[in-house]
């Protein structure tokens, strides 16, 4: 069992790093600094809506991106879970009243009963296995969803402050040769 939430722990977070990773690389932070000013008001409803959205639309688009595929990931195992738990607790049950059955009816046939036992027993295994499993994906998605509305309330600026930043970086002061004499190049890009 503590195997188990190690491996859906372990797994969760190198999603989340690759992810954030992935996205640094996949665009530049300034094509997804919205022209209109979003209100730091507006960020947090976005986040409190779907984690990531909050911080996507000011401008922190790898911030952003990252709690949304955690959420989604940790959500996805969390669904996938539950719904393998409830099968398989379907079966187990089935299984449990056939071996009752057994029991009370004849006592002729001990092997299939013994059969049926050590089924259930590994079959009960796998579902406490199975509800650890759904129930840290839950704790994950919660703890995702909390971090990004603190993130959100506390860290991610208005989208004026991320635009001005994005302004300064891209702002590129050189030294450079300007018709065979030292000059100060000054460029941006847009």
Known sequence: MSRLKAVSITGLSVLLFF????????????????????????????????????????GQKTKGVSFFLAGVASLAVFVNG?????????TYNRDKTT???????????????????????????????LHSQRNTALIVAGV???????D?????????????????????VESALVDRKPGILVSTRF
């Not at 057994?102 to 092997?111: G, H, L, P, Q, S």
């Not at 259930?120 to 296995?129: T, V």
């Not at 995702?144 to 603190?150: E, H, L, P, Q």
């Open 99 to 129: 071996l009752s059955a057994m029991a009370t009816a004849d006592r002729k046939n001990y092997e299939d009963a013994f059969k049926l036992y050590t089924n259930l027993k590994s079959q009960n295994k796998r579902l406490d296995d």
């Open 19 to 58: 992810s954030t990773l992935g996205v640094t690389f996949a665009q530049n932070e300034s094509s997804f600094v919205r022209a209109a000013t979003v209100s730091k008001r507006e960020a947090v409803v976005l986040s409190v809506l779907f984690p990531g959205l909050g911080q996507m639309t000011v």
């Open 82 to 90: 539950n719904e393998d738990y409830k099968t398989k607790l379907e």
């Open 152 to 172: 959100a309330i506390f860290f991610t600026p208005t989208s004026n402050e991320s635009q001005r930043s994005e302004i300064r970086k891209n702002i590129i």
């Open 144 to 150: 995702v969803y909390a971090y990004n509305i603190v």
